[in-house]
């Protein structure tokens, strides 16, 4: 593993308004992952790890605090600056899939390189075969089974080769095989091309399959 730092988070906070409360999500996190680091973020229901996956992916911007990837800083960039980098360097899987229904899971596994004026159709087919989906291309999400829908979103976060993949709970809908299938391809795939992987689960278990486990709770880190 590189000891590049990657993904450096300072003093960052994220409050949310509820009515005329403030609940305050992210608590001044100081966080750096290296290069090729698999971390996971640990945490009960509410404790603050699907926020800081968000925050730290350029999804949520901080009320305070800095994050920065590859020494860049990700919030000081125009929202078109950042929506590129993020489809250049960053991959997402979330436990919902967000898979397009009127595409085919091929189509839907290219659209983060069509985004990029990329050709990927290749590249695609190489990781629907990767997933076991190689004979599935042309089918519909309504076609596939939760499982193999959640296959195609993998994929999907794999095509632009990105540096870091962030997943959100990418076993939940699954059953216990599925998600250790699932599981197991995303953990090989980052140790083989040396990409960062940052993952929210409640489940110890999976954790433990990466290299840091980092526990959150009342937004922060433990």
Do not use: W
């Not at 040396?194 to 880190?221: N, Q, S, Y």
């Amino acid at each position: 593993m590189s000891n590049q730092s990657l993904i450096v988070a300072e003093d960052v906070h994220r409050t949310y308004e509820l009515g005329k409360k403030s609940i305050e999500v992210l608590r001044g996190i100081d966080l750096v992952i290296d290069q090729g680091e698999r971390v996971f973020l640990c945490g009960a229901s509410g404790a603050g790890k699907t926020t800081l996956m968000y925050t730290l992916a350029g999804l949520e911007r901080p009320q305070m605090g800095r994050v920065s990837i590859e020494g860049e800083d990700l919030y000081k960039l125009s929202t078109k600056e950042r929506s590129r980098l993020r489809n250049r360097r960053m991959g997402y899987i979330f436990q919902s899939y967000y898979l397009l229904p009127e595409l085919t899971a091929l189509e839907n596994v290219m659209v983060p390189g069509m985004i990029g004026s990329r050709e990927v159709e290749d590249r695609g087919a190489e990781l629907l075969e990767a997933v076991g989906l190689g004979d599935r291309g042309n089918h519909l999400p309504a076609e596939l089974s939760g499982g193999e829908q959640q296959r195609v979103a993998i994929a999907r976060s794999l095509v632009n080769d990105p540096a870091i993949v962030f997943a959100d709970e990418p076993t939940g809908n699954l059953d216990s095989k599925n998600g250790e299938e699932v599981m197991g391809f995303l953990l090989d795939f980052a140790e083989n091309m040396k990409t960062t992987l940052v993952v929210v689960t409640h489940d110890l278990e999976l954790a433990k399959c990466g290299d840091r486990i980092l526990m959150i709770k009342d937004g922060v880190i433990l």
